[in-house]
C-alpha cells in the first residue's frame, strides 16, 4: 500500500440525531484510525470521490478526506 486509504465508512446517527459519517482510515503499517464527518463535510467527500454512496469510498486514497477537512468550511466540522 503506497499510502493510506479509506478503509470502510457507516452513516450514524449523532447526538443532535443528524446523520453522521465515521470514516476508518488504514495506514501503511496496518493501524486504523477514524473521523466522524457532519452530513455536508460526508457529502463533500462523497462528491470529491465520485461516489454515490458510503461503501464506495472503500479504497479511496485517504488525501481525498484531508482535502475536504483541509477546506475549513464552516459547514464542515467533524466530532
Avoid: F
Avoid at 503499517?29 to 457532519?38: I, M
Amino acid at each position: 500500500m503506497a499510502e493510506p486509504v479509506i478503509d470502510d465508512a457507516v452513516v450514524t446517527a449523532g447526538h443532535d440525531g443528524q446523520a453522521q459519517l465515521v470514516v476508518r482510515v488504514r495506514y501503511e503499517n496496518g493501524a486504523l484510525g477514524s473521523v466522524t464527518l457532519d452530513a455536508d463535510c460526508a457529502r463533500k467527500l462523497l462528491e470529491d470521490c465520485g461516489a454515490e454512496s458510503a461503501a464506495e469510498l472503500r479504497g479511496q486514497p485517504w488525501h481525498r478526506l484531508l482535502d475536504v477537512l483541509s477546506r475549513k468550511e464552516a459547514s464542515c466540522s467533524t466530532s
